[in-house]
Each structure stands twice: as C-alpha cells, then as structure tokens.
C-alpha cells in the first residue's frame, strides 16, 4: 500500500476517535503517530511489528467480548505499507494483513499455511463465505464508510477464523 493511502485512513481513523466508536465498536487510539505504542491489552505479536507506524488503535465489543488491535505500519521497513488487523484474545499472528490495492479498493487474499494437509478445506470452507479466495474493501472517504469498512474488516478476521479451524 502507498503510504498516502495509510495516511489517509489514518487520517479518518483519528476523526473517528473523537467520536469513540465505529459502528458496534468501541474504540481508542494507543498511541499518536510515531510514538513508542503502549500494548496493554493488545496481541503481543504488535510488539514486534510497530517500527513506523501511523497509529494503533484498539476496537472492542464488551456485549460480544471482540476485540482488536488495528497497526497501520512499514511493516518490513522497507516502504511497504500494512493495515494489520490482530485478535487481542491471541497471542499469535495477524488475522489480516492489508497492502494490495487498486485505485479505490484494498484487497486481501486468503492462503491458509497449516502443515496438516487440510488447507484445501479451508479454502473450501472461506470459498462458502466470501465466494472467492480474494476480499475486496471499498477504500472509505470518510467516517460513516470508515464504519462500514471496520464492521467488513473485522468480520473477515472473524471469518478466518472460521475457515482456519474449519469450523462449521
């Protein structure tokens, strides 16, 4: 991802802040731009993944008990740029990685790795959800797509889920 499209959603991430929610989301800024982050209650895994950054948010649900950590970074530090999405109730990778896109779209490709030999059932079973291997996000001009483009966002978290422990 261009580093002028993560400044502009980070841009919208920080007006949504002062509103304090998105959608069925409460949510928080961590740290400012730039910063050293504070991961309290975040996936440990953003520890190691925050060289630059231009923000880090934290979205949660207390009704359903989701809750997430959003990195905006160079990710490699190499001026390749990420919309990390973490489950705060794990402790291991991202749910979603974000850095392809298109004119107005963000585009995500689901490719499961597990080593036991079923991965073709996974991608069987995101196939029923989503059609494809492939998600596409409309890129949100302002707070109210941001909403919708958070709610589609951390559903596919959820939905990776699903397809990675081929839960029915």
């Known amino acids: ?31 400012e731009p730039g910063e050293e982050p504070v991961f309290q209650g975040l996936n440990c895994w953003l520890k190691n993944k925050y060289n630059y950054h231009a923000g880090i948010y934290r979205f949660y649900n207390e009704e359903t008990g989701e809750d997430y950590g959003i990195l905006l970074t160079d990710w490699r530090d190499n001026w390749d740029y990420y919309f990390i999405v973490c489950d705060n109730h794990k402790n291991s990778g991202a749910e979603v ?27 069987e079973a995101f ?22 483009f958070i709610e589609e966002l951390l559903l596919l978290a959820a939905n990776r889920k699903k397809a990675d422990t081929l839960d029915e």
Request: glycine letters at 6%; charged letters at 35%; aromatic letters at 8%.
């Open 1 to 31: 991802m261009e580093k002028a499209r993560l400044l502009e959603l980070a841009d919208l991430l920080n007006e949504a802040v002062q509103i304090g929610h998105l959608g069925k989301y409460q949510m928080v800024m961590l740290t």
């Open 97 to 123: 990685e974000l850095k392809d896109e298109t004119e107005d779209e963000l585009c995500w490709l689901y490719r499961p790795s597990k080593r036991d030999g079923r991965n073709q059932e996974r991608k």
């Open 127 to 148: 196939k029923k959800i989503y059609g494809g291997l492939r998600v596409y996000f409309k890129v949100p001009q302002n707070v109210e797509e941001l909403s919708e």
